[in-house]
């Protein structure tokens, strides 16, 4: 199959989403529809221990002896500095002088044919230096790098999510890799809908979340419809839905991020994290799919996460100490509540949250609260913690 077209890559993105090994072809596909010569999805990991690049169009010998020596390098630090999940062009991170005046250039660039890189930064991939999605330009097409980027950007969202997915499947068992054992075991409140925005269906956890009508609820005019108390939070979660719907059909549409839905009970705001679904013809989605266009995932951080604390500590090997904090942050309480509960001080607090983060593979609060809202129940995995 070719992918020439917006709709056509934006399947192929969220294809390799569920299915890690796509995400070399998926490359290739989106180097064509943006005009350059070739891309790499890159993770840089302080241990180094981790660090790795996925392409197919570039040496391999080059590409290890850049994993060997030159992972640090002056185009690395500027990228570490650039906006998160905007399309740059080498220029506006780094001086061109700067850049060819460097080993990276003469061991790496040069050999490659490389003359101009748009890349663009994704949080969770970039440890130390230019982690992230890249795609590089030859001289012979240097002068079309603006007009790439300028495609790339509305693609940088769907990017960003679908490789989020992929590194939470990396983090449960291999066996749970088909989406519909990925959802049966790791959504919790999860509802999906159908192509006009109604209520298909819905897990126990999340009906029982809307039959308390605390700050959600379900709408019931001609169809049922996932609503919020408050006008404007109702307002930016149809707006989000009526987004993934878009590009559930194929369209050009950026996602937002995570929305917060405020409680009347005066208890901690659900998270909600709104996910377009690939269409039907798609054999991962196969197995569930009766219809369902976008996928509405509720975390609730007020619930008791004890036990998604202590498989955490399992799964990445927290200490006691540390799992009590990611529990306490897992909840949504911050730093300075997390040590005033624990009677501990802000400064510990603060390190072991940060040990929480290094080991889960998270950069932040809310990144952590929906990766304990992910884990699966039952016996844990724990090869996954190896890995």
């Not at 590089?136 to 490789?163: F, G, K, M, Y």
């Not at 088909?178 to 109604?198: E, K, Q, V, Y």
């Not at 408050?230 to 707006?239: D, K, Q, V, W």
Request: aromatic share 4%.
């Amino acid at each position: 199959m070719e992918y020439c077209g917006y709709s056509e890559i934006i399947i192929a993105i969220y294809q390799a989403a569920m299915q890690p090994e796509l995400w070399a072809d998926t490359l290739d596909h989106i180097a064509d529809f943006l005009g350059v010569d070739s891309g790499m999805v890159l993770h840089q990991s302080a241990s180094h221990s981790g660090t790795f690049v996925i392409h197919r169009r570039l040496r391999e010998d080059l590409i290890q002896q850049f994993l060997k020596h030159h992972t640090r390098n002056p185009y690395a630090f500027a990228f570490a500095r650039a906006p998160i999940g905007k399309a740059l062009v080498t220029q506006a991170l780094i001086e061109r002088e700067e850049l060819q005046q460097s080993a990276f250039y003469a061991d790496i660039l040069a050999p490659l044919g490389i003359a101009e890189i748009i890349a663009v930064r994704h949080p969770d991939l970039s440890r130390e230096g230019a982690g992230g999605i890249l795609f590089n330009v030859s001289s012979r097409r240097a002068d079309i790098a603006e007009q790439a980027a300028e495609r790339l950007n509305p693609l940088a969202s769907h990017l960003s999510r679908a490789i989020d997915l992929t590194l939470l499947t990396r983090r449960l068992n291999a066996n749970q890799r088909r989406l519909d054992d990925l959802l049966a075991s790791a959504m919790g409140a999860t509802i999906l809908l159908d192509r006009h925005g109604c209520i298909l269906r819905m897990t126990n956890i999340a009906e029982k979340l809307l039959s308390q009508r605390d700050g959600l609820l379900i709408t019931n005019s001609s169809r049922l419809t996932l609503g919020a108390h408050s006008h404007n939070e109702a307002t930016g979660l149809a707006n989000s839905i009526k987004q993934a719907l878009a590009v559930a059909r194929g369209e050009a549409q950026s996602l937002g991020g995570m929305l917060q839905i405020t409680r009347p009970s005066g208890r901690r705001a659900f998270l909600i994290q709104v996910t377009p679904l690939p269409p039907q013809s798609f054999s991962p989605w196969e197995a569930f799919d009766a219809g369902a266009r976008v996928m509405v995932q509720i975390i609730d951080p007020q619930a008791s996460i004890d036990p998604q604390a202590e498989r955490l500590r399992l799964l990445v090997g927290l200490t006691d100490a540390e799992t009590r904090v990611a529990a306490l942050l897992g909840s949504g309480h911050g730093v300075a509540e997390t040590a005033s509960v624990l009677d501990v001080s802000l400064n510990t607090a603060k390190t072991h949250a940060r040990h929480v983060y290094a080991k889960a593979g998270v950069r932040s609060a809310t990144a952590l609260v929906r990766l304990m809202a992910s884990i699966p129940a039952g016996p844990p995995d724990l090869e996954a913690g190896k890995h």
